[in-house]
């Protein structure tokens, strides 16, 4: 009879790929060897799920008629997407939570067929207060397209956990 795992036993087995609290240092940057291409298909699927009706992304007709002349990316896809490509790097299997953001910025649009790369810089660390074997580190991710512009600049808090004890 197979036996079912528990939920402690299926975190423990998992290998963690993030860097664990002690890792993380002030001024470091992390170019991040992942990229993606955005396709309208993407667009649509994240902003009709998302109940979000704004023409802008969703009909062409008018888009052609506003300062872009096109569809532009939802601005949430866009953050998911840069926050999401760091995670291997910085915070697989390692974070406890995503605790917010101070700020998220969309210096320039984005659009269908452009390939977002992206960079993370370490911002601050400081050891939790209340619980000592996690920390809370800001991480500065910065988006660009495939021409090198700016496209989202997001500054994030996350609690990270510590090296754990063998």
């Known amino acids: 009879m197979k036996r079912e795992q528990s939920s402690a036993e299926h975190n423990r087995s ?28 993407d667009n649509v699927d994240f902003t009709t ?6 023409p802008i992304h969703l009909d062409a007709a008018y888009a052609a008629t506003t300062d872009f002349g096109e569809p532009i ?23 406890v939570a995503n605790l917010g953001f101070d700020t998220v910025r969309f210096p320039a649009p984005l659009f269908h067929g452009d390939t977002i790369r992206v960079e ?12 000592p074997d996690r920390g809370i580190v800001t991480i500065d991710h910065r988006g660009f397209n495939q021409h090198g512009d700016l496209i989202c600049d997001a500054r994030r808090n996350a609690m990270m956990l510590r090296t754990p004890n063998p």
């Open 120 to 131: 993370s810089e370490i911002v601050a660390v400081r050891a939790s207060k209340s619980k």
């Open 14 to 41: 998992l290998r963690p790929k993030g860097m664990w609290f002690e890792d993380f240092v002030v001024g470091a940057v992390v170019v991040h060897p992942l990229t993606r291409t955005i396709t309208e298909a």
């Open 73 to 95: 990316v939802n601005s949430l896809l866009t953050l998911g997407i840069v926050v999401g490509i760091s995670v291997h790097e910085l915070t697989h299997g390692t974070t």
């Open 49 to 54: 799920s998302t109940l979000n009706p704004a």
